[in-house]
Nanobody, 121 residues
Framework: QVKLVESGGGSVQAGGSLKLSCAAS????????MAWFRQAPGQEREGVAH????????YYAPSVKGRFTISQDNAVNTVYLHMNSLKPEDTAMYYC??????????????WGQGTQVTVSS
């Protein structure tokens, strides 16, 4: 069974940095979209960044472009989200997803349980 586990969330002051990790197991496809989504209370789930593991093509939401970086390490089947210059509006539950299409949530079949990111002013 495919399993995704996020880690690395926490509390940080505005302007600080965090690195999120998404460890995948039971997933053998080498070419697949993997994405980070986030959802704040009372708001819709939104795409943050995605990477195509076959060619390492990446895409970022305009709100995080230039501040966040998505990357992968095939040796440990892990995707990362490096977050710099964090803002209070980045506060949300962050979810890792695999096997879907870009920033379309209902196309992803596999999801992690989420990791909380809280940015204080």
């Amino acid at each position: 069974q495919v399993k995704l586990v996020e880690s690395g969330g926490g509390s940080v002051q505005a302007g600080g940095s965090l690195k999120l990790s998404c460890a995948a197991s039971g997933y053998t496809n080498s070419s697949v979209y993997m994405a980070w989504f986030r959802q704040a209370p009372g708001q819709e789930r939104e795409g943050v960044a995605h990477i195509y593991t076959g060619g390492l093509d990446t895409y970022y939401a305009p709100s995080v472009k230039g501040r966040f970086t998505i990357s992968q390490d095939n040796a440990v089947n892990t995707v990362y989200l490096h977050m710099n210059s964090l803002k209070p509006e980045d506060t949300a539950m962050y979810y890792c997803a695999a096997g879907g299409w870009r920033f379309v949530p209902n196309t992803y079949h596999y999801w992690g349980q989420g990791t909380q990111v809280t940015v204080s002013s």
